[in-house]
């Protein structure tokens, strides 16, 4: 089966997707979709959509001999410039189907790996992305076009085999040449990194994360809390946000200081997405180990999706395998706007609180007040009626006492300084020896 899609001006998609081994139908379609979104981000045109129904993939052509001959009919009918398959082939998969298609043919982890190298913006998050694309390339070399395999010349550097040596042999030291240099460079942009990272950590302020599934209203959410802020020049500190998967990939870091509430760090990393390629996540580890360091995750779900509870299993997934598991999260439910008042939800008002979760619309700032106060809460844990007093000489800690707790009282002694607050049992365990 298959249903068309034209527009014309950009380079076409034919899209093709197998159900096998009695998938979930709907699971299926919706996995079709986001390939469609996908293929959209990458600045395609999906021209078409193929789907195949199959006990188990085809060993040569991963969707049978009949429906590829069908493929390359509507290839020539349509003048597509690319197939684009919604499962990971092999290499000997892409060369059969390329030979036999006379076209470009890529599988949703090299059509991932297309957007990220179309989205990097810095220098690191370039750096990450080739390295990743060479990863990915370099055991697929055997199966690319024929003419990585023709003879190869017999000067240059990279030569010292001789003449006869095959070009797919230069091509593959050429690419573990270029990955060691890689590594280099992204090793010293790490340590830079870490050292940026522990400078934050020294201070006092507390460390936040967004992280959650692409397109979720990650950046949507860090402009909203910056419009909160009332910081100048609030347009220039802003992220780009726009519907759209993988909008953004470079990491930012801002501080968010809204009015009668303490200042945080915040921070933006990469979208997840299923089955991420393996090679982006090693790639971006140390991009994503913003999360692994931070006091508290904000996970941002789109709960306007029909499959949010599938995308609060892959970002909980993921942080586990970046180590970030055991850090303390607040389920921000965003866009609820658009469920509230549905038939499961109609006693539901927003923005809603309940424990670790908020129910919340990012882009109109319904919620950004309960949020801020839910993060406090979650940061400080449960506050309770402390005294102290404290000497003179420790002026850091009545600095932080002050500023960190609610002042109830504040009286001058010969002693010191009494003060009287609602503070976080984690702060009267911190200064125990000055409590009354």
Request: hydrophobic share 40%; charged share 30%; net charge negative.
């Given at each position: ?55 188990h993939p085809d060993s040569s052509t991963f969707i049978g001999?009949?429906?590829?001959e069908e493929l390359k009919n509507l290839i020539s009918m ?26 470009e043919v890529i599988d949703r982890t090299g059509l991932i ?324």
């Amino acid at each position: 089966m298959f249903n068309t899609e034209e527009n014309y001006g950009i380079p076409g998609a034919i899209l093709v997707g197998l159900n096998y081994g009695n998938k979930d139908e709907a699971k299926f379609e919706r996995s079709m979709k986001e390939l469609k979104a996908l293929t959209e981000a990458c600045d395609l045109e999906p021209m078409m959509t193929i789907t195949q129904t199959l006990p188990h993939p085809d060993s040569s052509t991963f969707i049978g001999s009949g429906k590829v001959e069908e493929l390359k009919n509507l290839i020539s009918m349509k003048d597509a410039s690319i197939v684009i398959f919604g499962d990971a082939l092999s290499p000997i998969q892409i060369r059969n189907l390329e030979r036999i298609l006379d076209t470009e043919v890529i599988d949703r982890t090299g059509l991932i790996l297309q957007i990220f190298a179309k989205r990097a913006r810095t220098r690191e998050s370039r750096m990450q992305v080739e390295y990743a694309q060479l990863q990915f390339m370099l055991p697929r070399l055997a199966g690319m076009r024929t003419e990585l395999s023709r003879q190869g010349g017999g000067s240059g550097r990279l030569s010292n085999k001789g003449a006869g040596e095959k070009k797919l042999e230069l091509d593959r030291r050429r690419i573990e040449h270029r990955c060691a240099e890689l590594r280099r460079e992204l090793e010293t942009v790490e340590r830079e990194r870490n050292t940026q990272r522990s400078k934050r950590m020294t201070s006092d302020i507390a460390r936040i994360s967004l992280v959650g599934y692409t397109n979720a209203g990650k950046s949507t959410l860090m402009n909203a809390l910056l419009d909160a802020s009332h910081v100048e020049d609030v347009d220039n500190k802003k992220v780009m946000q726009k519907d759209m998967l993988f909008a953004t990939l470079d990491t930012t870091v801002r501080r968010i200081d809204v009015p009668g509430h303490r200042p945080f760090l915040l921070s933006d990393t990469v979208g997840f997405i299923d089955e991420l390629p393996t090679t982006l996540v090693k790639a971006f580890r140390s991009t994503l180990a913003e999360a692994v360091y931070a006091d508290l995750l904000l996970e941002v779900i789109d709960f306007s999706d029909p499959d949010y509870m599938t995308h609060i299993d892959v970002t909980e997934r993921t942080l586990r395998e970046i180590g970030a598991g055991q850090v303390p999260i607040i389920y921000v439910f965003n866009k609820a706007d658009l469920v509230v008042g549905g038939s499961e939800h109609t006693s539901m008002t927003i923005p809603h609180v309940r424990n670790d979760r908020i129910y919340m619309a990012a882009e109109d700032g319904i919620g950004i007040d309960e949020l801020i106060t839910l993060i406090e809460h979650t940061l400080e844990g449960e506050k309770a009626e402390c005294e102290f007093l404290i000497p003179y000489s420790d002026g850091a800690a009545l600095h932080e006492i002050t500023n960190r707790s609610d002042v109830l009282e504040t009286e001058y002694l010969e002693e010191g300084t009494r003060v009287l607050a609602n503070c976080s049992k984690k702060m009267a365990m911190r200064y125990i020896k000055y409590a009354i």
